[in-house]
């Protein structure tokens, strides 16, 4: 049993018991699909903000939600609980400061400890 990767906050930020079951208990596989995460959908919360500041609810709602999915798929659960919020946020027509603030920094934390994760199992 790996141990959760655990936030700043005390939040699992990577439920890595869970992630791993997801992809077959291979840690290696697990490291490449994070990286993958990482490299292919670096952009998916910012293009989200954009598309709520700039009106577009439609371009907004598929990108909060595809992130919101690829952060189940992959484990990264407060990540998950974050997207959960802003996605009925902006399906309300709207996404709160405090929200996106939240959203912003859970981003962040989840890229450091997602490097840290595949740091440890890559080589």
Known sequence: MADDVI?????????????LKRMMNNPKFF???L????TD?????A??????QAGDQEKAKMAIHTLK???ANLSLTELYKQTLEAEAQIKA?????ETQDSIEKCFAE???LVTKVIEQYAG
Do not use: Q, R
């Open 7 to 19: 936030g700043a906050n005390g939040a699992v930020y990577i439920n890595m018991d869970e992630g």
């Open 31 to 33: 490291a490449k699909m």
């Open 35 to 38: 990286g993958k995460f990482k």
């Open 41 to 45: 959908n670096a952009t998916l919360l």
């Open 47 to 52: 293009d989200a903000i954009a598309a709520v």
């Open 69 to 71: 999915g690829i952060a």
């Open 93 to 97: 027509g709207s996404l709160s400061p």
């Open 110 to 112: 989840t890229i450091i």
